[in-house]
C-alpha cells in the first residue's frame, strides 16, 4: 500500500453496519471477566438475593445514565476518547488523557488474564481433571517464569487479529459470532449444574435446589446497616466496571454508530445482555460450587474461585467434569477476548487520531508495546513478586495493584468529572439532544437528568472514598 492509500484508508470513517452489531460489539465488551469471575463472587459474599435486586435497581438507573452519555458523548463528537472531551470543551482535554490511561493499564494485566484462560482451556483439552484440580497447581503454573508469558502473547496476539481487520470486518464480524455461542454455552452449562448433586465426606448432600436458593434466597438475619452499605458499595463498583464505561471504550464504540440508530434502545438492550450474562455466570457457578465445595469453596474468592475452586468442581463430577471444563473455559475465553478487543481497539483508535497513522501499523505497533507490558506483569508473580497493602486494606501483587489503580481510583474520578461536565458545565439537554436525533424519544430523560446530576456523583464520591480507605472507620 502507498503512503497516499493509507492515508486515504484512515480517513474512511470506519463504523458498524448497523445497529446489532454495535449492540453485540458493545455487549461484548461489557461482557468479560468482571461478569463471570467477579459478579458471581460478589453475589456469594453478600448472600445471593438482595445483592442481584439492587445491581439490577442500580443496572436500570446509575449504569443506563452512564452508559448512556459515554455512548452518546462518542457519537456526538465521532471521536475516540483521547479527542472527543476536548471536541465537547476545549479546557477538557485532560479528561481524555485521563481516560485514555485507564484502558492503558487495564490491557496489561487483562492479556495475563486471558492467558491463564487460554492455559486451562488446552489444560482441560490435554490432561485429566484430577491433574488440574491438584492443590497449588494454579499458584505454580502462574508464578513459573515462561509459560504465563507465552500464553499471554498468544492471548494478545488473537486481540491484536481482530482490531487489526477494524470495525466491521473484525470486531463487528467476531461479536456477532461469538456473542450467540457464549449466551447458549453459558445457559447450558447452567442448566447442567442444577442437574448435580454431591455427597461429602460427612454425608451431607447437597443438590441443585439448594444450590439455587444459595444464590437466590437472600438470609436477611444477617443483613445490617454497615454490611448493607458495603453490598450497595460493591454493587456499585462491579455495575460500572461491568459496563466498560469510564474508560474510553463506550466513547470509541460510540463514535462508530450511524446517526440513524435509536441509542436508547440501543443501550437498554446492552444492558440487558450484560445483566443477564452476570446473572446467569452466578446461576453457574454459586450453586455449582456450593453442592460440591459448600460454603468453604465460595469463599475462595477472586481468582481462586475460578482456577481454584471449579477444577476441583469438574474434577468431582466424574468423567463428564473434561468436557464441562473445556466448554467452560472456551466461553470465559470468548468473553475475554471481546472485551480485550474493545481495550485495544479503544487504544488504538486513539494513536490513530492521534499520530494520524494507519490502523494497521498501529495495531502491529501497540500489540508490541503491550506484549513488552505484559511480560513485566507476569514477572510480578515470580521475579518482581511483592506485596503490597492497598489503602482499601486488600493485599495485592503488581497485577492487582494496576486493577486497583485502573478501576478503583482513575475510573470513579473519571467518571466523577464527566457527570460535573456533562451534568453541570454543557448540562443533559448536549446528551439529550444527541439521543432524540431523528425524532427518538428519549423517555428516561428525566431520570437520566436526576441521575447524571445528582445521584451518580455521590454514588461516585462514595466508592471512590471506599477506595482511598475513607470509609474504613464504618466497618471496624
Ligand atoms: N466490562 C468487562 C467485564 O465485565 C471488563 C472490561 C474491563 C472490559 C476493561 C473492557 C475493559 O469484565
Known sequence: MTNQQEMATTKK??????????????????????NIWRFPYLAAKHGGGLFIIVYIILALTFGFALLTTDIAIGRKTGKSALQAYGDLSKKWNFLGALSFIVPAIILTY??????????????????????IA???????????????????????????IIVFFGVDKGIEKFSKFVMPGLIFLIIGISIFSLTLSHTDASGVTHNGLDGLARYFIPDFSKVTVQSFFQLLLDATGQLFYSLSVAMGIMITYGSYVKKDVNLSKSVSQIEIFDTAVAILSGLMIVPTVFIFSGEAGLQNSGAGLMFNALPKVFEAMG?????????????????????????????????????????????????????????????????????YTLPNGSVGQLLDIMDYLSNSILMPIISLLTCVLIGWLLKPQTIIEEIEIGGVKFKKKGLYTVIIKFVAPVMLALILAQALGLTNFLFK
Open 110 to 131: 487483562y492479556s495475563v488474564v486471558g492467558g491463564w484462560i487460554i492455559k486451562f482451556a488446552t489444560d482441560y483439552i490435554v490432561k485429566d481433571t484430577s491433574a
Open 134 to 160: 491438584v492443590d497449588g497447581y494454579f499458584g505454580s503454573f502462574i508464578t513459573s517464569n515462561v509459560s504465563p508469558i507465552v500464553f499471554t502473547f498468544i492471548f494478545l496476539a488473537l486481540t491484536a
Open 13 to 34: 470513517k470506519a463504523s458498524f453496519t448497523g445497529s446489532l452489531g454495535f449492540v453485540l460489539a458493545a455487549a461484548g465488551s461489557a461482557v468479560g471477566l468482571g
Open 319 to 387: 468423567p463428564i467434569g473434561k468436557y464441562i471444563g473445556i466448554l467452560f473455559f472456551i466461553m470465559v475465553l470468548f468473553a475475554a477476548l471481546t472485551s480485550s478487543v474493545s481495550i485495544m481497539e479503544t487504544i488504538v483508535a486513539s494513536c490513530m487520531g492521534f499520530f494520524k497513522s494507519s490502523r494497521k501499523k498501529t495495531s502491529l505497533i501497540i500489540a508490541a508495546i503491550f506484549a513488552a507490558a505484559s511480560i513485566v506483569i507476569c514477572l510480578g508473580y515470580n521475579v518482581w513478586y511483592f506485596e
